[in-house]
């Protein structure tokens, strides 16, 4: 490689945030995930991008490549992974990267507005199972592979309980409340380990999620969800740890 490629690093700068370090986005082409994929990549990280449209997953791919070290793409449908998927894809970051220091979780499912009554049992199912327990069969595959690593976080993102606790919001709306309690009970049972557990609940952001709920023009208080991708870099960094056990509710 020229020395042109490879410009050396200004000592007097400071390393940035996530330097070689391995993070795993879910939902990295869903709105948040891909802003914070970038963001992560800005900051020194090798990304495992995990979605479950490959040719959204292969655009994504550019722009993180462009940001930072080249990502890995990792095509998986939350609804119908086993323990077993994710015990392989925890194998596979391990012998292809080495490594794995992070898990950001921003994969979500929510069909829209529906009263419960009339909600298709199958549909209030696939909410529970996206939203809470592939999440934490996830989590739970990669805790081994986390736990070699110096430093490392596993970030929730969840939405304000006081608006999708209420009524329509439906299985996405309780698996809110769920992982808000999974937030702090896997800190107290990780609390000798190196391991952070923390919640990231950003303000609303103007994605396809917002917009089963929201009609687009009329929603003034969302923003850009790029707004939020540098709180994620934060909780995944050694700064997380202000946050260890806790939901963060940042500005935007
Ligand atoms: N938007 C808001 O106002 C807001 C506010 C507070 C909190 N949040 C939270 O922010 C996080 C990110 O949401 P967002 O607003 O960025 O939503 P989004 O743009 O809809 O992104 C969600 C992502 O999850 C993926 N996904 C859904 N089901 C999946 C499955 N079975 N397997 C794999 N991936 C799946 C989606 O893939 P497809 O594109 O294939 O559907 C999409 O890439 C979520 O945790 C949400 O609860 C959002």
């Known amino acids: 490689m020229s020395d042109a490629a490879a410009p050396a690093s200004d000592p007097a700068l400071p390393d940035p945030a996530l330097k070689d370090r391995v993070i795993l986005v879910t939902g990295a082409h869903g709105g948040l995930g891909a802003a914070a994929s970038v963001a992560c990549a800005r900051a020194g990280a090798t990304v495992v991008l995990l979605g479950r449209k490959v040719p959204k997953l ?7 490549a462009a940001a930072g070290p080249e990502p890995l793409l990792y095509p998986l449908d939350l ?7 994710y015990a392989e894809m925890a194998e596979r970051i391990g012998s292809e ?5 992070g898990v950001l979780h921003c994969a979500a499912n929510f069909a829209g507005l529906t009263p419960l009554l009339q909600t298709d049992p199958a549909a209030f ?20 592979l986390l736990a070699k690593a110096g430093d490392a976080a596993v970030v929730f993102v969840l939405d304000d309980i006081a608006r999708v606790g209420n009524a ?16 702090g009970m896997l800190q107290s049972e990780l609390a000798g380990s190196k391991i952070r557990i923390s919640g990231l609940q950003p303000g609303p952001m103007r994605t396809p999620l917002r ?6 023009e009329g929603d003034r208080a969302a ?12 909780l995944l960094s ?14 935007a």
């Open 58 to 64: 292969n655009r994504i791919y550019d722009a993180v």
């Open 79 to 85: 609804e119908g992974a086993s323990a077993d998927d």
């Open 97 to 101: 990267l080495g490594r794995l220091d």
């Open 125 to 144: 199912a696939r909410a529970i199972h996206v939203n809470l327990t592939a999440r934490w069969w996830l989590t739970q595959a990669c805790l081994p």
């Open 168 to 183: 329509f919001w439906g299985g996405y709306g309780l698996a809110q409340h769920a992982l808000s309690g999974l937030v």
């Open 211 to 216: 917009a089963k709920a929201y009609v687009e």
């Open 223 to 234: 923003r850009d969800p790029e707004a939020y991708a540098e709180a994620c870099v934060t």
């Open 238 to 251: 050694p700064a997380g740890a202000a946050h260890r056990g806790r939901i963060w509710t940042p500005a």
